[in-house]
């Protein structure tokens, strides 16, 4: 079959995730073959650099020799166990070194194999934990507007990007709305590199206000990634932190996205040098090979769960896949890889040069309100009117058109909006950011000149 005959299959059977299927017909699928690095190969050898990550999940490159021989060496001896009752070396050893590098105080680790799954699994597990501990009101929730958990309904419902939840809004849960920190549009005329959070005062007001009835306040930790990779000071979750301790109030730190480097340090709570109670990790946990999450959390809440199971007070949650033997393969390779420390001494110095060359590129073009970084993070914020900070109208679909160009040249960024963004794997060469940065900008400019 030719690659026509391919994509003609793939639509006859085949509904993609997040798309207008229609879109389709104009830009069918781009049938990949094989990966190497941060490269992506179509079945005719067309090459696309990869600087999404495959939706921010793969973080040592495609087909990373390491990874690739862990996963098959362990796919020969064991590829899934029932993990209630029973366990296996490769989790045990993987929650042992995972409890060394997260944040001090969470040492207990309960897996699934998403990170939608993870974030529910983490509502549920603070819920029940204030049920068993006499705090019977503390049935609801926070999370911070703009944000993103996942699809599934608890982690839709702490969502609050219009364009995934709007419609299902009938059937979500009730949750408390937080003002989120928008740094590019400070209420507050701050900058977020030496502001006070002066910010906070919404989640204080609403602490206040809700301090009775909320189990835990979910936050994606310094980073909105869906909202369009918003950036916001590690002040802010040292504060966050205070409250939740005031009000005796769970923080749930949604470091799906964030963990494992993508902020500069193994997780975006690191930054601020606090804790969260409950702390959910997926996407690049296997480096992006195998769907696997697990939710961290204290010895404290852990044993509000421990008595005799007459007491009825066990956390009785399951999912198929958790502990996946495979799963745990691929996480050790990624701890073995960190271990050898040459990633981090790489991102020594590819961040800095990264983060520069998309400013030099991107910040006095005429349209572009900010460029914002974190890591390997990158996002450019593209304006109709710089000044006043005024968007395009969404209709015109300006980030979907900047992307159809980019693909033909053999990027693959797929815009959030009309904020353009790069999240590569930590991998990624010079040479590679040079071409990137250079074919965004080409299309970029290209796609400003027809509005
Ligand atoms: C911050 C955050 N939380 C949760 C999720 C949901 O993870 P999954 O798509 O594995 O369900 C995502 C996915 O992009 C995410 O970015």
């Excluded at 207008?20 to 005719?44: A, T």
């Excluded at 796919?75 to 899934?80: A, F």
């Excluded at 529910?120 to 999370?143: D, L, P």
């Excluded at 590019?184 to 959070?197: A, E, G, I, V």
């Amino acid at each position: 079959m030719n690659l026509e005959d391919w994509q003609k299959e793939d639509l006859k059977y085949i509904w993609h995730p997040c798309s207008q299927m229609k879109d389709y017909e104009e830009l069918p699928p781009i049938i990949i073959d094989h990966g190497k690095g941060i490269n992506l190969y179509d079945i005719e050898g067309k090459c696309y650099k990869d600087v999404v990550s495959s939706w921010w999940c793969n973080l040592l490159g495609h087909c990373n020799p390491k990874i690739s021989e862990a996963l098959q060496k362990q796919s020969k001896t064991l590829e899934h166990v029932i993990f209630a009752n029973f366990s296996h070396k490769g989790i045990i050893e993987l929650s042992k070194r995972l409890a060394q590098i997260v944040p001090q105080g969470l040492s207990k680790f309960n897996y699934s194999d998403n990170g939608s799954s993870a974030i529910e699994m983490a509502m549920k597990m603070s819920f029940q934990y204030f049920q068993q501990t006499g705090k019977t009101k503390k049935t609801r929730f926070m999370a911070l507007t703009d944000a993103y958990h996942g699809e599934t309904l608890a982690a839709l419902s702490a969502g609050a990007c219009d364009l995934y939840t709007k419609i299902y809004k009938p059937i979500l849960m009730d949750i408390i709305r937080v003002q989120a920190p928008d740094c590019y549009h400070c209420p507050f005329n701050k900058n977020r590199d030496n502001c006070s959070c002066e910010c906070f005062c919404y989640a204080e007001k609403a602490f206040e206000k809700y301090k009775d009835e909320t189990a835990a306040i979910l936050v994606e930790p310094l980073l909105q990634g869906s909202a369009g990779m918003k950036i916001y000071p590690a002040l802010y979750l040292k504060k966050l932190r205070e409250l939740c301790n005031k009000y005796d109030i769970h923080l749930i730190a949604d470091e799906i996205a964030t963990g494992f480097y993508r902020t500069g340090k193994m997780f975006a709570f690191n930054h601020a040098g606090v804790s969260p109670d409950i702390m959910c990790i997926s996407k690049g946990l296997t480096g992006g090979y195998m769907p696997m999450a697990a939710v961290v959390t204290t010895d404290k809440i852990y044993q509000a769960f421990y008595d005799d199971y007459s007491k009825g007070k066990a956390f009785m949650h399951s999912h198929t896949y958790a502990g996946n033997p495979l799963g745990a393969s691929c996480a050790l390779a990624v701890l073995d890889i960190f271990k050898e420390g040459k990633i981090q001494e790489q991102l020594k110095s590819t961040t800095p040069y990264f983060n520069n060359l998309i400013k030099e590129n991107f910040l006095n073009l005429d349209n572009v309100g900010e460029v914002r970084s974190i890591g390997l993070i990158n996002a450019i914020e593209i304006v109709k009117d710089k000044k006043n900070k005024i968007h395009f109208d969404s209709k015109i679909r300006l980030g979907y058109q900047i992307y159809k160009k980019a693909l033909k040249k053999g990027v693959l960024l797929r815009p959030l909006g009309d904020v353009i963004y790069f999240n590569p794997p930590l991998i990624m060469e010079k040479e590679d950011m040079d071409f990137a940065v250079k074919v965004a900008k080409e299309c970029t400019i290209e796609t400003l000149k027809e509005f």
